[in-house]
């Protein structure tokens, strides 16, 4: 593959970057065009509608710093921008009967979310990454964030939310055991990229709130 064409494909990779988080993705795909950008939300819902990235920049904006765990042992911290889900719920109007959402990415990755889970307080809809807006190398322009659970619930490249009557599982459970429905956090070992390549640390489990 040409140089030229690679810068063109969002590529995993091992090495961490500045903020000492690694890139990871199902499959590797191009950038999603801004200026064309629709997240469509429907499914269960009385408005189904989609929504151009300079209407979801317009929601009351929240800030919070949070680490992100990966499954595979590493993590690190920084600052996220976004909005809470509560503003979709608003506009789209779900019916009684939807419990979970489906969310649709554009690198065919998928996970399912309870309404209870998208509701808890750390979970946002992020737009920014330490203060600038979200990289295409970290998911841009949209993409959940969800502290307490593993890095793949924290889903890219959102492209589609749908309101479902039951959550399942998702891409990752097909990939392999380690991963859970879930993808809670649990008691083990962390290695925090963003603190040096070799520290390790004890975490209980859940979101990661001592460093």
């Given at each position: 593959?040409p140089?030229?064409e690679?810068?063109r494909i969002?590529l ?10 690694r ?7 191009p ?12 499914g269960?819902v009385a408005?189904?509608?989609?929504f151009?990235?300079?209407?979801l920049s317009?929601?009351?904006?929240f800030e ?6 990966c499954?595979?042992?590493w ?11 509560e503003?979709?719920?608003?506009e789209?109007?779900?019916l ?11 690198d065919k990755?998928y996970e399912?979310?309870?309404l ?5 307080p750390?979970?946002?809809l992020?737009?920014?990454m330490?203060?600038?807006?979200l990289?295409?190398q ?8 969800a502290?307490?659970k593993?890095?793949y619930?924290?889903?890219?490249l ?10 399942g599982?998702?891409?990752?459970c097909d990939?392999?055991p380690?991963y ?14 963003d603190?040096g390549a070799?520290v390790?640390?004890?975490i209980?489990g859940?979101?990661i709130v001592?460093?």
């Open positions: 593959m140089a030229a690679r810068r969002l995993p990779t091992d090495t961490p970057d500045e903020l000492g988080f890139i990871m993705w199902y499959s590797p795909v950038p999603i065009d801004k200026q064309s950008y629709r997240l469509s939300v429907g269960m408005r189904p509608l989609r151009t990235l300079d209407r317009a929601y009351p904006k919070q710093s949070s680490r992100l765990k499954v595979q042992c993590s690190a911290r920084t600052d996220w921008g976004g909005f809470r889900f503003e979709l719920i608003e789209v109007k779900p009684s009967g939807a419990t979970a959402v489906r969310i649709d990415c554009a990755w399912y979310m309870s209870q889970e998208m509701a808890e750390g979970v946002m992020c737009l920014e330490a203060g600038k807006p990289t295409d970290h998911g841009a322009p949209l993409r959940l964030l502290p307490s593993y890095g619930k924290s889903a890219k959102v492209t589609r939310i749908t309101f479902v009557e039951a959550g599982g998702s891409m990752a990939i392999g380690y859970s429905p879930s993808g809670d956090i649990l008691a083990g070992y962390d290695h925090p990229l603190l070799n390790r640390k004890k209980p859940g979101e001592a460093y």
